[in-house]
Each structure stands twice: as structure tokens, then as C-alpha cells.
Nanobody, 126 residues
Framework: QVQLVESGGRLVQAGGSLRLSCVAS????????MGWFRQAPGKEREFVAA????????YYADSVKGRFTISRDNAKNTVYLQMNGLKPEDTAVYYCAANPQLVLLVQARYRHLEHWGQGTLVTVSS
């Protein structure tokens, strides 16, 4: 079992930046690809970004490409989401997820994604 704990969410003005962190424990972190998802009020959860176990490949939703960067530090069992140029439409609860298969994160195969954090709220004011 993998336990995930997100942090870093807060209220920020449009155009600002924020870095989210997700710390993993339980299993060998480097065995897992990691992903970030978000869910806005009244909307379905959606894929944001994912990164391979080695950190060599990052994948992004079109809505965040060029503004968000996913990275990981396997020595710290932590994955990050650097968010720049934030927009009000980025307001959501952000969740991290872990899976051995990167493709399942990128394709948001929710029925196959067992490991989730509790989420951290990002609010972007206009």
C-alpha cells in the first residue's frame, strides 16, 4: 500500500505561482509513476500531469501545458507540481496519485488507480 499526502494549496491571485508537494510512504516510491489530478466544484476529476518513475518524462493536460511543471525527488519520496501563471479556472482540489504504469495515469483510468492522497485546495482569485 502507498500512502500519499499532498500539501501546498492555498489562495493565490491570478497570475501567481504555487508549488504543490505530495509525499509518499509505504512502498518503494521509485517503483511508481506519479500523477496530479484536480476536481473543480461541480465538475469531474481531470488529469493534470504525470511523470515516469525515473522523472525523465512528463505529460500534461493541454489546459496546463507551458504553465505547470511536474517533477519528483525519489530520495525524498516526493512529487511536485509547480504552477505558474495561475488562472481562476485552475481553482480546484488537487490530488496526487501513484501507479506502476504511467499510461494509466496519463489516460486517467480511474478504475485502475488505487492510490490517492486526500487532496489540497487551490483557489485562484481574479
Amino acid at each position: 500500500q502507498v500512502q500519499l499526502v499532498e500539501s501546498g494549496g492555498r489562495l493565490v491571485q491570478a497570475g501567481g505561482s504555487l508549488r504543490l508537494s505530495c509525499v509518499a510512504s509505504g512502498r518503494t516510491f521509485s517503483n511508481y509513476a506519479m500523477g496530479w489530478f484536480r476536481q473543480a466544484p461541480g465538475k469531474e476529476r481531470e488529469f493534470v500531469a504525470a511523470i515516469s518513475w525515473s522523472g525523465g518524462n512528463g505529460y500534461y493536460a493541454d489546459s496546463v501545458k507551458g504553465r505547470f511543471t511536474i517533477s519528483r525527488d525519489n530520495a525524498k519520496n516526493t512529487v511536485y507540481l509547480q504552477m505558474n501563471g495561475l488562472k481562476p479556472e485552475d481553482t480546484a482540489v488537487y490530488y496526487c496519485a501513484a501507479n506502476p504504469q504511467l499510461v494509466l495515469l496519463v489516460q486517467a483510468r480511474y478504475r485502475h488507480l488505487e492510490h490517492w492522497g486526500q487532496g489540497t485546495l487551490v483557489t485562484v482569485s481574479s
